[in-house]
Structures are given as structure tokens and as C-alpha cells.
């Protein structure tokens, strides 16, 4: 284990969007081999990674008449704008955003 990161540890280079899985870290340590969606496979420095926050983002819904509901909570930053560009696509009229989870918010 390098750096507290291990083969198979879902992670990003630090301030990129998507994420991608650990699949070889060398040796010493300092650098490592992560696998992208599509089979896309970059080698970087372990300091240039981080790992994916643990489901902390949620996507919400507004409809005509303004009522909010939260649709799916528990989510990465990718999981939840993935949602949320998928929602949009179907074409309905409803409002969809994400967004940090705020435990203030109720539960539904």
C-alpha cells in the first residue's frame, strides 16, 4: 500500500472530474497505472491522485408546480452528474440538479 492507496481503489488525478480504478502501483510506490472508462489507462504519480469522496453528492428534481424531490442520494460527484445528464435527456419538463449532500435537507 502506497501512500494509503491500493490496486483496485477508485481515484482521480487531483481537480479532473472522472474517476478510474488503481490496477498497478510499483514498487517503490511513487507511481501507479489507473484504468478509465472505455479502457483508457494512464500512468501517474501517486502525489497527483486523490481518491473518490465516498457518496456525498445527491440529484434532485423541481416539477411544474415547484416541488422538490431528491431522486438519489449516497452518490460520487460522477455517479450523480451522470444521473442527472441522463434525466435530462429523456426530455421531460422537470428542473434536475446535483449537489453536495446537506444533511439539513429531510429525508424523503
Known amino acids: 500500500m ?3 492507496f491500493k490496486v ?3 481515484v482521480r488525478r487531483k481537480g479532473d472530474v472522472g ?3 488503481i490496477e498497478f502501483i510499483n514498487g517503490p510506490g511513487t507511481h ?3 484504468r478509465y472508462i472505455l479502457g ?10 486523490e481518491l473518490e469522496e465516498p457518496g456525498v453528492w445527491e440529484v434532485w428534481r423541481q416539477d411544474d408546480h415547484g416541488n422538490k424531490v431528491r431522486i438519489q442520494w449516497k452518490l460520487s460527484e460522477f455517479d450523480a452528474k451522470n444521473l442527472k ?6 426530455g ?3 428542473m434536475y440538479w446535483y449537489e453536495r449532500s446537506n444533511e439539513s ?3 424523503y
Open 2 to 4: 502506497a501512500h494509503g
Open 8 to 10: 483496485g481503489d477508485r
Open 19 to 21: 474517476y478510474g480504478t
Open 32 to 34: 501507479c497505472d489507473i
Open 40 to 49: 483508457v489507462t494512464q500512468s501517474l504519480y501517486i502525489t497527483e491522485i
Open 85 to 90: 445528464n441522463m434525466l435530462e435527456a429523456r
Open 92 to 94: 421531460h419538463k422537470q
Open 105 to 107: 435537507h429531510p429525508r
